[in-house]
């Protein structure tokens, strides 16, 4: 695997990955908590396994990061997308779209398990069994070690093929017996994360540190 480590996307990868339906994209944060904490690095690969990593300078903006980022004509495709677009926005005011998220279609298809982390799906959809013994690290550090980048860069690698293989299996799920389609469903629930994204963003998530709602609860 080769990858480039830049405060910004070269001109070159931005073209190749603006070209893309899809493009997979990762954060390493330096923590959980929303105007505390910071994106530290930022993965990004398209199917081609054209790996880019940036680490943004403090307080800079990547100008091409955020193009592509904004771009409506490229599906950003993410794990567990809600924290990492939660902290595209309160860290550098990125509002990201359009995108998807991978374990929300999970959740919704894979219903056979309870496994819906990026090393299950690896495992079970690519055969590749993933190394996380980099994942708790601090990625604020200015000197990233060659384990590190490596541990990111592989979180975006395949993330596309899953992506299409988990809508795959959505587009060859029989209707419900309500006659809605997983599809619609997966539709649906991925349109609402914006404005969940928005109400953790303005304080009202009040269950597992910050990360959920009970605003909607009885």
């Not at 060659?146 to 799920?173: C, F, G, H, P």
């Amino acid at each position: 695997m080769t990858y480039t480590l830049s405060a910004d996307i070269s001109d070159k990868l931005l073209e190749m990955y603006l070209a893309e339906p899809e493009i997979a994209i990762d954060t390493e944060l330096h923590g959980l908590r929303l105007y505390r904490d910071e994106v530290c690095l930022v993965q990004i690969c398209d199917d081609k396994k054209n790996v880019c990593l940036v680490k943004p300078e403090h307080k800079q903006i990547p100008p091409n990061l955020k193009r592509l980022l904004t771009d409506q004509h490229v599906i950003k495709v993410f794990h567990f997308a809600l924290s990492d677009i939660a902290f595209f926005k309160t860290s550098m005011n990125i509002d990201v779209g359009p995108f998807r998220c991978t374990k929300v279609m999970s959740k919704l298809i894979r219903t056979y398990t309870q496994g819906h982390g990026l090393k299950d799906l690896s495992m079970e959809l690519i055969g590749h069994d993933l190394n996380k013994d980099q994942q708790q690290t601090n990625w604020a550090q200015n000197n990233l070690s060659s384990k590190q980048l490596e541990y990111a860069a592989n979180d975006v690698l395949e993330l596309v093929q899953i992506y299409r293989k988990l809508t795959e299996m959505m587009d060859n799920r029989p209707a419900l017996s309500s006659g809605t389609t997983i599809n619609e469903l997966n539709i649906k629930a991925q349109a609402m994360l914006p404005s969940l994204i928005d109400l953790l963003i303005n304080g009202y998530g009040d269950k597992n540190g910050g990360w959920e709602s009970s605003l909607f609860s009885h």
